[in-house]
Nanobody, 124 residues
């Protein structure tokens, strides 16, 4: 089973950038769909982006398209989420998660392995 550890969160002003990392161990991330999820305070966890590196496939939620970029580094077994032009509504905990490569929907219940999350706070 793959283990995931996120890092890179922090406090940034509106319009700023952060790069989140999701380091995988125990298995190669290329064997999975790796998703990034956002949980705002008091709200449900929702999908932001995912990557299926073995199929050269990426997906973005409409709320982040054009601002966020997902990528991977096989040598480091790490998936990244570059977040640009951050907005206050991007504030929350970001989780990366691993699911099967046959996943068609970026919803939490389809992903079985989760990291502990990293806090992102965007000040206005």
């Amino acid at each position: 089973e793959v283990q995931l550890v996120e890092s890179g969160g922090g406090l940034v002003q509106t319009g700023g950038s952060l790069r989140l990392s999701c380091a995988a161990s125990g298995s190669s991330f290329s064997d999975y769909t790796i998703g990034w999820f956002h949980q705002a305070p008091g709200k449900e966890r929702e999908g932001v982006s995912c990557i299926k590196s073995s199929r050269d496939y990426t997906y973005y939620a409409s709320s982040v398209k054009g601002r966020f970029t997902i990528s991977s580094d096989s040598a480091k077994n790490t998936v990244y989420l570059q977040m640009n032009n951050l907005k206050p509504e991007d504030t929350g905990v970001y989780y990366c998660a691993a699911g099967g490569t046959d996943i068609d929907y970026l919803v939490p219940w389809l992903f079985g392995s989760w990291g502990q999350g990293t806090q992102v706070t965007v000040s206005s």
